[in-house]
């Protein structure tokens, strides 16, 4: 009697335990998304600028490429181009058009290694000292050699934004913005974790932000930006991607002469599932992410700029097998068109 209970228990661990990865499994996904639509690398256009064009090639060190409890870190290269137009228009209308390319690619862990292309439209006018703006966002992202891998997306974003201007060393600016992403080859879960759906995973999000940044001096910049987060998908179980996340980000920039910059940012996201469970447990899916960025430009000349990044992640959630951390180093050339 004694040994069927302990193998009807072992058995019940077993389906859990298998059930867990596949949970697991899912959560990298969504962590990673986030992650390689996030760069940062290039510097930022002036804000007076009608044409920008910049490119980027950096190479760097990732501890943990899966972002998985069990750590597996590669070496990486990542080509980096940015392309920017803004044009007057009558009645005090502008249009912006911004085309990012990010090539991002493992030596070892090959099934990583992505492509993000990004499309941006904007119509913007300006009323006194403020900015009203809408238009068009489109993400692009697909792995390069894992034709088994599901995590393709198109991402479409409608936002609409207010820029205060308050005076030439402080603004504000207050986002509203709707997003569909649409998976490409994830079917949508069922009413289990090991059924789907006809149709393909389908992610609305609904995005408030809100963000301040000021020159306080000629060499000090602070900014702060807050974000919350609706996600709504079409998957059933458990609502299994459903959550509602607030963000706080403040970043410091510091001059320390005319071409040497010091960048720092730091990141705190609350993110609580709507009723995704915790692995062999009852209690609700809630994780804190926080991250850091520390870096330094140098202008080599006119149009050649160096830099050298560290990135630190850490997710502490309430699920053990969901637990990891995260070290990037990456050093890099950047050349201004």
């Known amino acids: 009697m004694w ?14 335990l298998s059930i867990s990865a596949n949970l697991s499994f899912s959560q990298e996904k969504e962590d990673k998304e986030g992650k390689f ?23 760097g060190y990732d501890s943990n490429v899966n972002l998985s409890p069990v750590r597996k870190g590669d070496l990486f290269q990542e080509f980096l181009y940015t ?11 502008g249009f912006i058009f911004t085309y990012d390319l990010d090539v991002l690619n493992y030596n070892e862990i090959t099934a990583a290694s992505n492509i993000l292309n990004h499309l941006k439209f904007i119509i913007d006018k300006k009323i006194s000292s403020f900015v009203i703006g809408t238009g068009y966002n489109l993400d692009v992202f697909f792995y390069q050699h894992n034709k088994d891998e599901d995590g393709d997306f198109l991402f479409h974003k409608f936002p609409f934004y207010i820029k205060h201007n308050i005076s030439r060393k402080l603004y504000q600016q207050l986002l509203f913005e709707y997003g569909i992403k649409a998976h490409l080859d994830r079917k949508a879960l069922a009413d289990t974790i090991s059924t789907y759906q006809d149709k393909e995973l389908v992610d609305k999000r609904q995005v408030i932000e809100y963000s301040i940044g ?25 609502d299994y991607y459903d959550y509602k996340a607030y963000e706080f980000s403040p970043n410091l920039n510091y001059k320390l002469s005319r071409d040497i910059s010091l960048i720092s940012r730091f990141s705190f996201t609350r993110r ?23 870096g330094i430009r140098y202008k080599l000349s006119k149009n050649n700029l160096v830099s050298i990044f560290y990135t630190y992640r850490d997710d502490v959630s309430k699920d053990p097998l969901e637990k990891y951390t995260e070290n990037i180093f990456t050093c890099g050339w950047q050349y201004n068109f």
């Open 3 to 16: 040994r069927r209970y302990i193998y009807l228990l072992s058995l019940i661990m077993l389906i859990q």
């Open 37 to 59: 639509l996030r760069s940062g690398k290039l510097l930022k256009k002036p804000d007076n600028f009608k044409f920008f064009s910049s490119a980027g090639i950096f190479f």
């Open 83 to 93: 392309f920017d137009f803004k044009k007057p228009l009558r009645n005090s209308f």
């Open 214 to 238: 000021s020159t306080l001096t000629p060499k000090v910049f602070l900014g702060f930006r807050t974000r919350f987060i609706m996600n709504d998908s079409n998957a059933r179980y458990l």
């Open 272 to 294: 609580a599932y709507h009723s995704r469970l915790v692995s062999l447990a009852t209690d609700k899916e809630k994780e804190n992410i926080y991250s850091a960025l520390f």
